[in-house]
């Protein structure tokens, strides 16, 4: 990710929170900076928050919160909120009935999220918002019942990306965005023999933004038109395949 500096010479903090058990709850609330927060907890019915504001040069945070568990109903919450420029957030949840929120606001231009779950009835919601130019949101799903909502508004030139896959089994999938701004981006592909909803809505003058639904089989084609894009760099393939 970009947005934070570990060197030792770097003004900057740097949190790091490491929890096993049932029931944990990890806290990381960083001002002034730029900032740095890892939060890892196995186990089930975790709570990781974690809020990044501002910061000397208005920015750069990096919050990265991994939840595993062995129970197939975790039901984890992760809960992120930055405000400033260049900050990235990443979460991989792996089990079922778990919550990821992501609130970059205010001024959070050349933001990114990635959200990754594996499991069943999860979801997630990220909020955009407040002078949020090029920012950038990817989610995938893999899993059953999972549900994505995408907010980007007062957003140019700005993307969000969710992929659902499905184990052929369950009610289905939705998926939400909703965009205000110009040349903005959203894709949303969901895969499987069950019931998908994907709905965009976009606004904003003079307009020239793009939404795309896909709702097939072929991951190969997916790929394809993602490397046509403008934003798609690493850490993109990284959450797809993690």
Not at 29 to 54: C, K, L, M
Not at 192 to 212: C, E, F, K, L, Y
């Amino acid at each position: 990710m970009d947005g934070f500096n570990k060197s030792p010479n770097s003004n900057s903090q740097y949190s790091r929170i490491q929890q096993s058990g049932v029931g944990g709850t990890g806290t990381v609330n960083q001002y002034d900076g730029p900032q740095y927060s890892s939060i890892e907890q196995s186990g089930n019915n975790d709570t990781a928050t974690v809020t990044q504001r501002n910061g000397n040069n208005g920015g750069k945070n990096e919050s990265i919160i991994t939840q595993s568990g062995s129970n197939p109903h975790d039901g984890n919450t992760a809960t992120v909120t930055q405000t400033g420029y260049l900050n990235d957030s990443y979460i991989l949840q792996a089990g079922s009935g778990n919550t990821a929120t992501v609130d970059q606001i205010n001024n959070t231009e050349r933001s990114d999220s990635i959200i990754h779950q594996r499991g069943n009835d999860n979801e997630v919601t990220v909020n955009q918002t407040n002078n949020t130019d090029q920012t950038w949101s990817f989610v995938r799903q893999a899993g059953d019942d999972n549900k994505a909502f995408v907010t980007q508004n007062e957003a140019d030139l700005s993307a969000s990306y969710i992929y659902q896959d499905s184990n052929l089994s369950g009610i289905g999938h939705l998926a939400n965005v909703s965009q205000t701004g110009q040349n903005n981006l959203s894709v949303i592909r969901q895969v499987g023999q069950t019931r998908g909803v994907a709905d965009h809505v976009q606004s904003g003058m003079p307009g020239n933004n793009t939404a795309i639904s896909n709702q097939w089989w072929d991951i190969a084609i997916f790929l394809q038109y993602i490397l046509c894009q403008n934003r798609p760099t690493g850490r993109f393939f990284y959450a797809l395949f993690r």
